[in-house]
């Protein structure tokens, strides 16, 4: 559980950024008119893509919840299973980062 709520302190503190005013937006501005579109449009557009940003963190904080409570779940069932599969995956990643 320790986990999920690691998950939920680091969306929370994306989300608390998100509803901070931007400091590139103003640096922007003062750069060029090409930079001033951009972030015309990005002021434009800004509520509503606020808006739905939220949404979906909120969407995500729900399935990753439910995601690390199934996975502790199996793992308390089956933990040689769990560790036995992280062992294989760990050589299997292992490997193919020594052929690259």
Known sequence: MARSSHIHHELASLHAELNKPSHAATKTKSHSAKHNVKSDL????????????????????????EYTGSAEDFIAAHP?????????????????????
């Open 80 to 100: 040689l299973a769990s560790v036995l599969g992280a062992v294989v995956l760990g050589v299997t990643i292992g490997r193919m980062m020594e052929r690259a």
């Open 42 to 65: 990005v002021e434009e557009a800004d509520p509503s893509f606020t808006a739905d940003l939220e949404e979906q963190l909120k969407e995500l904080s729900k399935a990753l919840s």
